[in-house]
């Protein structure tokens, strides 16, 4: 039997798995995780489930604090896939309530529900750009004040002596931006750290994240955001505005806000996990489409990430979104900078304009290409490599509030310290001409008319970085400067990607590559000084930048739309697509996408497009939970109460079965019906023979169990007396009665196709006579992955 081990999840608090309906582990079947085993097939003995990363003995002692009790070390195996994450029901509930309100409403009021969806997406491009706006206008004018500042004091000290001083300014500037977003994420909403990127993820996939979608987190997350941006850390901005993107979208789509108790009584019919995950795709790809100022690309994103269904409607409204979010992102932006109409900044990042007469590529340079993309997927693997063992010891060490700020803290000191030393010891001066863009050019030891290229780098924010190293002239970074600043701001990205702050790993890895692309175009240049086609090395940050980019996140269609639009210039859509291409199958040889990672390091039960390659031999009857708790179709309340209070099981779907009557054949399906039904169904005491004794009792409707989405409340919180528990409850009405089963010699890959392309929760196995023997969840499909040793099982805890 397996160890089951406390471990910090993304929400890092280990109560929140008690709030109703979201953080519950429910999985129908074996309370225990199922022990190792041989199967045969093909002639052959498969072993699944050997492996064994870090031990967990039952004797582990690990060290208590005595005022907190928490233990210093935290015990962690990736090996185990936790049951504290739910699914989502994309699947909509076809019990007789919602089929007697489909077929009441007329051909006019699906009509008027398809306009409330074009009006839901519009609202969320609208909020989501304005979002977008209020970020990049809040950090460049903290991130101004603060450069300003410090470089006032950098001259003043250049002096006169004294630059110690101005190194402990900026240290403490930073730390205090840092500490601000630091102590928000760490106390008061830790699911809002990083890009958000992987929870939205595995939100879209089907798995509902504690929290990942409350009005909190939003504010927690742009307003740290704009601290760990102001504050200097080798992050971005955009990666975050997916997350915001993806909140606005949850909090929209059902007209009203569960975290100030205030409902609107507007769009209830969405009160529902099938349109609530469709809203959510919307938000992400406007989240993206602000960001970037690329709506071809969120589309795409919110693609390849993980909807279920598709359709030419659903892309259309994803579509019209994104418009509206770069729309009014622009718009509002064109306002700030006092050119009303001037609508020439899409997104938060600009990579400006490439020309093709000026940086024109050639065939022949298409292999060039295609190598710096091996070399961004070597970076990318060797990224991640590092930021998976940096995890892993945060995980078991750092896992108090207290010690996650003083981390953001430390590195927010050292980023300062590391770059003022890398100014300070730079010689590169570059003449300070008529057409220069440095927003704030530092002289240091620099002649006069001069300036220091190395600050051109650090002394900015990483946007503006990015933009001078894809434009700058040839000439303005000597290949020291750039190999320098590749190689430190590689270690610091990494190390500050995981921190408790919000933030993105966007900019960071386009800036890298930027760095190092640039470096191979001088070297290029170099080598044939009389050839005029490596006369422009932004190509090549370009180039660079797109291959880090893809080496480190492994997104591959979605990745090269965005990158085409963010530079206004599709002539680079065939070597960023090869470049793209060629980092992620490099990269992949040696170790996965950074989101990927930390989805696998958080235990999350998330589903690939495809089932394993070499799980054709399992059957459904191997890989589903049994026994299954099942209800007579007119169960006693007490036992539905008992079942429920059962806090060893948990069990969410519950097949409903009918005994023949004046028979002795066993029991067969007749519905599903679920654990958040069942507690609305005893809140509001719909037993029989209340309704036969009080003839003018309301009949429930879909609005009681809309009203109740999405925290319905614990069992524990639903009084029903002695008396009640005798009586009846009639499920016929309530129940799924078409729910979707198998046979239980159906293979994996046809279960697993059947439950990841409908965004099942349940699926019920059944034999020839229509009886349940077992139940098929999400996490019966996602226990099962290849390995290095072939295919492996892995271990169900309660982490």
Sequence with gaps: MANITKKVSWSSRGDD????????????????????????????????????TVDLEDDITSEEDPIRGRPKEIPHNEKLL??????????????????????RMSHMGFRCLEISRWVICGLIGILTGL???????????????????IKENIEKFTEVGGLSISLILWAVLNCAFVLVGGIMVAYFEPIAAGSGIPQIKCYLNGVKIPRVVRLKTLLVKVLGVICSVAGGLAVGKEGPMIHSGAVVAAGVSQGRSTSLKRDFKMFEYFRRDTEKRDFVSAGAAAGVSAAFGAPVGGVLFSLEEGASFWNQMLTWRIFFA??????????????????????????????????????????????????????????????????????????RY??????????????????????????????????????????????????????????????????????????????????????????????????TYGLAVSAGVFIPSLLIGAAWGRLCGILLASFTPTSPIWADPGKYALIGAAAQLGGIVRMTLS????????????????????????????????????????????????????????????????VMSSPVTCFNRIEKVGTIVDVLSNTSTNHN?????????????????????????????????????????????????????????????????????????ECMMDLTEFMNATPYTVPQDTSLPRVFKLFRALGLRHLVVVDDENRVIGLVTRKDLARYHLGKHGLEELQLAQT
């Design 559 to 622: 990745l090269t739309v965005i990158m085409v639009e963010a530079t206004g210039n599709v002539t680079y859509g065939l070597p960023i697509m090869l470049v793209l291409m060629t980092a992620k199958i490099v990269g992949d040889y040696f170790q996965e996408g950074l989101y990927d990672i930390h989805i696998k390091l958080q235990s999350v039960p998330f589903l690939h497009w495809e089932a394993p390659a070499t799980s054709h031999w399992l059957t459904a009857r191997e």
């Design 653 to 725: 779907g519950f097949p409903v079965v009918v005994q023949v009557l004046d028979s002795d054949e066993p029991a067969k399906l007749c519905g599903l019906i679920l654990r958040s039904q069942l507690i609305v169904l005893l809140k509001h005491k719909v037993f029989v023979e209340l309704a036969r004794s009080r003839l003018s009792q309301r009949k429930l409707q879909l609005k009681d169990f809309r009203d109740a989405y999405p925290r319905f409340p614990p069992i524990q919180s639903i009084h029903v007396s002695q008396d009640e528990r």
């Design 398 to 495: 750092v896992h108090r509030p207290c010690l996650q700020v003083m981390e953001a803290l430390l590195v927010a000191a050292v980023t300062a310290t590391v770059s003022f030393t890398m100014i300070y010891f730079s010689n590169d001066c570059q003449p300070l001409g008529p057409e220069h863009n440095e927003e704030y050019p530092l002289q240091l030891f620099c002649a006069d008319g001069e300036y220091n290229s190395m600050a051109t780098a650090f002394f900015n924010t990483p946007e503006r970085s990015v933009r001078s190293l894809f434009h700058n002239q040839p000439g303005s970074y000597n290949p020291l400067t750039l190999g320098l600043f590749t190689l430190t701001y590689f270690f610091l990205a990494c190390w």
């Design 82 to 103: 936790s049951l504290k994450y739910e699914s989502l029901d994309y699947d909509n509930i076809e019990n007789q309530l919602f089929l007697e309100e489909e077929r």
């Design 17 to 52: 798995s008690g709030l109703a309906g979201e953080g519950t582990p429910l999985l129908n079947g074996t309370e225990i995780p199922k022990p190792f085993r041989q199967l045969s097939g093909s002639g052959s003995v498969f072993r699944i489930g050997r492996f064994s």
């Design 322 to 395: 994104s418009m509206i979010s770069t729309f009014t992102l622009n718009f509002f932006l064109s306002i700030y900078h006092g050119k009303p109409g001037d609508l020439s900044n899409p997104g938060l990042i600009n990579f400006g304009r490439f020309e093709s007469d000026s940086v024109a590529y050639y065939y022949y340079e298409l292999p060039l290409f295609m190598g710096m993309g091996a070399i961004g997927g070597l970076l990318g693997a060797l990224f991640n490599s590092i930021n998976y063992w940096l995890t892993i010891f945060r995980i």
């Design 131 to 149: 979002i977008a706006c209020f970020i990049d206008i809040m950090v460049e004018k903290l991130a101004g004040c603060k450069y300003q500042v």
